[in-house]
């Protein structure tokens, strides 16, 4: 069974550019979602996807949007940097049906440091 | 406001001296409390689930259990290996998905 994958493990950007992280999710998955881990702090929820769609967003900007594929997989875009936006992206699979089952499993992560 | 507040923030321990990391929450509607363990850099790798009050999972030297309030992790003689940031989590069904709300963390540091 294959695990949670991320890419790219590393990023370095600046201020103002855009940004894409990728995710696979676990074998037999159906969810993806993501979140950001500021240094010192717990992981905060960015958003939801189930089915390609969003369906659950946490409280981020619009410029943090995403889109999962019919394999699953799914991608974190993040417009227009700022500083504040340097942090590890985690991205966790689940499997959607009866919700005592939805543990979800997370990814190495994407550390994104912005200059 | 669904809220999940860890304690200790930091712990040093010894190598054998068992303790106890506390997870306190308030949360409408539990769908669930998770364990995760974190290593530095690292994603978080899921140790346990508890689902009603009263329930207790063992894993090796970890022990989580469950109130109506809160949850404690137990680590029984402590090694070394089992330094890292251990992260508690609560499942919140809200708009039609469950998503998890974390506390901040306890950094646990076993020392020979």
């Known amino acids: 069974e294959t695990g949670v994958t991320q890419s790219p493990t590393h990023l370095i950007k600046t201020r103002g550019q855009q940004v894409t992280l990728r995710c696979s999710s676990q074998s037999g998955h159906n969810t993806v979602s993501w979140y950001q881990q500021a240094l010192g702090q717990g992981p905060q929820f960015i958003f939801q996807y189930y089915r390609e769609e969003e369906n659950g967003r946490g409280n981020f900007p619009p410029r943090f949007s995403g889109l999962q594929f019919p394999n699953y997989s799914s991608e974190l875009n993040v417009n227009a940097l700022e500083l504040d936006d340097s942090a590890l992206y985690l991205c966790?699979?689940?499997?959607?049906?009866?919700?005592?089952?939805?543990?979800?499993?997370f990814g190495p992560g994407t550390r994104l440091l912005v200059l | 406001e669904d809220q999940v507040t860890q304690s200790p923030e930091a712990l040093r321990l010894q190598e054998g001296e068992s303790s106890s990391l506390n997870c306190s929450y308030t949360v409408s509607g539990l769908r669930g409390l998770f364990w995760y363990r974190q290593d530095p850099g690292k994603g978080p790798e899921f140790l346990f689930t508890l689902y009603s009050a009263g329930e207790e999972k063992e894993k090796e030297r970890l022990k989580a259990t469950l109130t109506k309030k809160e949850s404690f992790l137990h680590i029984t003689a402590p090694k070394p290996e089992d330094s890292a940031t251990y992260l508690c989590?609560?499942?919140?069904?809200?708009?039609?998905?469950?998503?998890?709300?974390f506390g901040a963390g306890t950094r646990l540091a076993v020392h020979p």
């Open positions: 966790a699979s689940s499997s959607r049906g009866n919700w005592a089952q939805e543990t979800q499993y």
């Open positions: 989590a609560v499942q919140a069904f809200s708009g039609g998905y469950n998503k998890l709300i």
